[in-house]
């Protein structure tokens, strides 16, 4: 739990909402430990097997490609600044991939969070979460690290092509304390995805939800939220409106275990165009066997949500599992998405650090199509220090696609090796 810096005259930092707000900010920790903002520069050689699959050219069309081997530079700054009353979480990776043999693949790809918590008095706490990202990767796209600390709800996680994207949101959430048990909480939300090739739909996203929560014990609170969420992807796809109620349980236990779990009803709005197969009669006529029609779907859909922690002394781990409504991915419209992953870090040896992570991902268009994608991806890294500024790292990446229609079926391998510096001498966050 964060400290109430307001109610003692102790100088300790404040860490941000304690276990009845939006939680502590994750932006800029290393497993559960804050730590100061640090820079670090990079360099390493890859080789992509993903880049043989289809992807969609300029002209909008599928275009066949080939695994490459490639070079990549860049740096990376993250870690957290504290004081009484606020904390801020810094957490920026940014790097430039070049394929001799297949140009088309090479750019720039970044992402950023700036998280911003402060006390603005003894009972209000304000969250301010900001998350930009420009990348054309699949395999080692940025915004899925997990220092970036990205909402999977609105980030284009779940992209099917290599091709441009640009996303930025922001959060803002407050939370005021009516006494010592109950809690008044409330925010909005806004943000767009946009991707380079046309034939993919972009999206604007704005919401806004409040709550009331109430503290049970020092260590659990339970409460429920109503949550507002409008998808607009332009007019020739249409657009969502979701309400939905949301009932959470939160629970501390012990120093190192963290527990949460919701479950929520939601009502989705949608009105789009959608391609039928025409009959067979009319096909004649038309000379052609199908067609976009118009339709306004109404549904409920229920969601869920669970995440549990634990940290030990040389290492960290993170379950989750959620279930909600989500803008899709260019290719799927408004979809239930369904994540399912598990984390873990572990230091060893003094010098060796290993980090993997595995997670599987399930999307249905809820109206329109009526599509699904499939996805599994894992990832497995490990760290060298060979000495205070200088390290050596390597990493391998999978993941496998799988479509309804199956004409986009594919997997691959992404693999790293390379030296990372991290000069010492330029703390600013303590």
Known sequence: MAQDTSDSNSASSYDGPNIMGRGQVQVGRVGADPVPIRFSFNAAGTYDTLLGALRVGPDGNLAPAAGSYGVQGGFEVAGQKASRRSVLGLSYSGNYNHFPSLPGFSGFNQ??????????????????????????????????????????????????????????????????????????????NGGVVRRQNRALAGVNIYGGDSGLLYRVNRRTSIGVNYRFSHFNFGRSFGESNIHGVTVTVARQIGRDWQVSASGSQSSVHTVGTRRVSLDPVIAALLGRSGGVEA?????????????????????????TAERAVVPGNGFLLTSLNSIYGASADYAFARNWNVNSSIGRNMMSEIAGSGNSFDSWQAQVGVTRNLTTEISMNGSVEYRQFELSTQTLNRSGYRFTLGLSYSPTSLPFGR
């Open 111 to 188: 992402a950023l969070t700036l998280a911003y918590a402060r006390r603005v008095s003894r009972n209000l706490e304000m969250n301010w979460t900001n998350t930009a990202s420009s990348t054309n990767r699949l395999l080692g796209n940025p915004l899925g690290l997990q220092s970036i600390g990205a909402d999977p709800v609105s980030a284009p996680l779940s992209e099917l092509f290599d091709t441009r994207i640009y996303f930025v949101n922001s959060q803002m959430s407050l939370a005021y304390r009516l006494n010592s048990r109950w809690q008044i909480v409330g925010g909005g």
């Open 295 to 319: 339709f306004d779907s109404r549904q409920w859909v229920a969601g869920y949500s669970f995440s549990v922690s634990r940290r030990y002394r040389r290492s960290t781990f993170r379950g």
